[in-house]
């Protein structure tokens, strides 16, 4: 799922392409990715776009009427840019605002459709899409030790939530807890003032180092290549890869359609964290540390 730095990426290149025009006609090419009733999509054609926010994981068009239109990328949506007379990719495309300099769609890999476009009035209706996370680069040390404190999980449930944190998610999360040296798995109720001020620091240096690492990868292109999976993470999609600090391989816990990846070595004090269908298949077997792995 594209997180805060793709968000913003994708933010900087809207408002290059097409903050102050007007859409010819905006289609929603699958009936599913549709979410709202009234306003309609047809409302927006020849209507001047004004503005151009994010909330968390949605981006948020405005438009010269008071209405928005609010997509949300979930796990494979991506939006594209083509020039004028080029074809969309069939079924892959589910949604379109057509300009006279270009098409900005909305393309769904794969059988499930999960992103959602909602077609709304008034910046009241806004509410409803915002989740309550706090800004993770723009919130105070004291802002960020309350939401990591509010409740009681693990970190890494903690800082992906979007009710406590904005634009987190599993990529993010795993490059922030290494270089942050903290377990994926520790609980923020126990949580030493000098191990969250830790914490918030490597959140916002993540976060920037990587939104300018994909600012310049990008230039004044628009964004293609949109994905988890970047190289140069140290330990995000490197499962049994060497950590780039301490050379140790990067382990993972598997859970549902995600897994967690971390460093034994600079992030548990080499204990290896149990993934739950492997250790219990292996029982005894399951080796609890570093040195049980190499041996």
């Known amino acids: 799922m594209p997180e805060l730095p793709d968000i913003t990426i994708y933010r ?31 409302s927006l054609d020849g209507v001047v776009i004004t503005g151009i926010r994010t909330i968390g994981k949605r981006i948020v068009l405005e438009f010269a009427n008071s209405c928005f239109l609010v997509i949300h990328l979930m796990i494979a949506g991506r939006l594209r840019w083509r020039p004028p007379g080029k074809k969309l990719p069939g079924k892959l495309a589910i949604a379109s605002l057509e300009f006279s ?10 059988s499930k459709r999960r992103a959602s476009i909602f077609v709304v009035e008034g910046a009241h209706s806004l509410v409803q899409f915002d989740l309550g996370g706090v800004d993770p680069l723009a919130c105070s040390l004291a802002e960020f030790t309350h939401a990591l404190r509010c409740e009681n999980h693990t970190l890494k449930r903690s800082l992906t939530d979007p009710r406590l944190f904005s634009g987190i998610g599993n990529a993010y999360s795993d490059e922030i807890l290494h270089a942050a040296k903290l377990s994926p798995m520790q609980l923020t109720s126990k949580m030493p003032d000098a191990d969250i001020t830790r914490l ?6 993540v976060l920037v180092r990587w939104t300018a690492t994909l600012r310049a990868e990008v230039g004044a292109a628009f964004p293609e290549t949109v994905t988890a999976f970047h190289e140069g993470m140290a330990v995000h999609g490197r499962f049994g890869k060497s950590c780039p600090v301490c050379d140790a ?27 739950r269908a492997l250790s219990r298949l292996l029982k005894s077997d399951f080796p609890r540390s570093l040195d049980e792995l190499d041996a």
Do not use: K, W
């Open 200 to 205: 918030r620091d490597a959140t916002r240096d």
């Open 101 to 110: 300099h270009g098409t900005l769609f909305l393309s769904e890999a794969g």
């Open 12 to 42: 900087e290149r809207l408002d290059a392409r097409v903050l102050g025009h007007a859409p010819l006609r905006v289609r929603m090419l699958n009936p599913f990715v549709l979410r709202s009733v009234a306003p309609t999509p047809q």
């Open 249 to 275: 391989p990067v382990q993972r816990i598997r859970y549902a359609d995600n897994e967690t990846n971390y460093c034994a070595r600079c992030q548990t004090g080499g204990r290896i964290l149990a993934d």
